[in-house]
C-alpha cells in the first residue's frame, strides 16, 4: 500500500512542481486524521477542524491534496456522497485569503471542486488567469470561468461541442455575433436562445422545419415565413405530438 503512495505522490509531485515528495507514511497519518475529522465532526464545525489539521501538514502536503484526485479520492473515499461539500469546505479551510497558493492550484489542480471555489471566490494574485482556466479546464471550473474571462478566450471557443461551453459562450458573445451558429448547434436550449433572437422571417430558418424539439420549434412555428408553414407538417413530431400540432394550426389559421 505504502509503495503505491509513494510511486503516486512522486508522480504527482513531479507534475505540479513539488521541491520534495510528502512519504507516504505521511500523507497515510494524514488520511487517517482527516478520516477522523469526517466521522467525528458535525458539519457546522468541519472547516475548523480542518483548519486545525492543517496547521499540522507542510505546503508540499496541502498542496499535493488540493492538487490530485487520487490524493483527495484517498482522503475522502468512504464519503463520496458529501465529497463535492467536503473538498469546497477544505478549500475554504486551506486557501482563502491566499492568493498564492490560489494561483499555484489554478495552474496545477485537476480537482473540479478546488479549482471551482478558487475561481468562484477570486482568490488569485491577476484577473488574466481566468482566460488559462476557461481555455483549458473543464467542468464547472471551466464554466465559472467562462463567465468572466476576455472576449478572445470566448471566440476561441465558440466551435466547442460541450453543452454548457456553448450556452455561456453564444449567451456572451450575443446572437449579433453568432445567431446561424446558434441556430445550427445539436443541443436544443441553444436552439430556442438562438430563434428566440432570430428575427421573423429570417432566412435560416427555413432549413429548420426538421426540428423535433419543442422549446424551439414553438419560436420557430411564429417565425419562420408564412410560404413554409406547409412544410411543417412533415415533420415527424407534429403528426404525434398534439401541441405542436396545435401551435402550427393556429399560425396557419392566422394567415401571415
Known sequence: ?????????????????????????????LSLELKN???NTRWRGFE??????????????????????????MMFSEHMRYSSWYRRSIASSFVSS?????????????????????????????????????????GDAQITALNYCSIEVLRGLKDSKKKRVQEVVFRRLGPVECLDQMLSSKYASVRAEGLSRAPVNYERLKSMTNEIARAPFSVLVKKISFDYLPMLLANRNVSKNSWMRKALEERMEKGV
Open 48 to 73: 475548523e477542524a480542518i483548519a486545525k489539521v492543517s496547521t499540522r501538514m507542510s505546503n508540499d502536503q496541502i498542496k499535493l491534496i488540493l492538487c490530485s484526485n487520487y490524493f483527495m479520492e
Open 98 to 138: 491566499n492568493p498564492e497558493l490560489g494561483d499555484f492550484i489554478l495552474k496545477n489542480s485537476e480537482v473540479d471542486e478546488i479549482l471551482s471555489f478558487v475561481v468562484d471566490q477570486g482568490i488569485y494574485s491577476d484577473v488574466s488567469i481566468l482566460d488559462k482556466v476557461a481555455a483549458e479546464h473543464d
Open 37 to 39: 475529522v469526517l466521522d
Open 1 to 29: 500500500m505504502y509503495s503505491q503512495i509513494q510511486e503516486v505522490a512522486k508522480k504527482e509531485s513531479k507534475r505540479i512542481g513539488l521541491k520534495s515528495v510528502p512519504s507516504a507514511s505521511n500523507l497515510s497519518e
